[in-house]
């Protein structure tokens, strides 16, 4: 499988709690680890089955770092470009109870083109393809494109939330969205009825997935609406769970295993990952 998107390195600091607008805290620890969604969901699906990336980022020292990460994660590189930029970044702030706020800095990541997207897809011949909406939209554009061109599965992580027209979003099977990405894009309040919100995604997709933190997985298709619990774990942070679901989830698809069965197995490995220390 491919998954089209972001490599960002990570500047992690832990604090009591996230500050308010205006407000000065003290924070705990600074890590600098690799993440962005694409790279986090190609390194999570690189665990289940043979994957790609195809992202793009900088001839610096973070980026050098980043695909040896990745490379080392059994993740295929030959299609990350390098390009003459400075990597892409995130500023990430964990509180106590593991949420986070998340600021990212594009960097080379702005550099991937829809032309590269259609020459490494043409080579690789993907059965999956997952994307993100942290590339520059020409990239999501031409993903979902060479995906309806060929009839190949594909999945769509639209977040950040961002205006998509059907052009995208009608191919998403599934759309992968949390709580408050499915009320945006439901146009619905956030305190909405999970199986309502599950039922707007549907009219604009093939299928829909809503992860919701630590209370449930909603899976819905044509056929039927059917909510997973997610194991209780003690939670440390909650950074890239969302990833390692959905790159959980593709790969177990790309094996041909049912949507509820590979939700059933995303919702575990996403567990894992956030009570991981
Ligand atoms: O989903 C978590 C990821 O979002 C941003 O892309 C950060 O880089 C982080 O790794």
Known sequence: MAVVGTLNLDLVVTLARRPAVGETVLGRTLTERPGGKGANQARAAAAVCTTA????????????????????????????????????????????????????????????????????????????????????????????????????????????TAHLGPSILSGADPLIVNQIEAAYYAEASEDAEPTELARALLSMSRSAIITRGGDDVVVATRESIDILDVPKVDVVDTTGAGDVFAGTLAAHLAGGTTLLDAARLATRASADHVAAK
């Open 53 to 160: 990336l195809v992202g793009a980022t900088g001839t610096d020292a973070a980026g050098d770092r980043m695909v040896s990460d990745l490379a080392a994660a059994g993740v295929d590189v030959t299609y990350v470009r390098r390009a003459s930029d400075t990597s892409g970044h995130a500023v990430i702030e964990v509180d106590d109870s593991g949420d986070n706020s998340i600021i990212v800095i594009s960097g080379a990541n702005g550099r991937l083109t829809a032309d590269d997207v259609v020459s490494a897809l043409d080579a690789l011949r993907p059965t999956v393809v997952m994307t993100q909406l942290e590339s520059p939209r020409e990239v999501t554009e031409a993903t979902a494109k060479w995906c309806h061109a060929n009839g190949i599965r594909f999945l769509l992580n639209p977040s950040p």
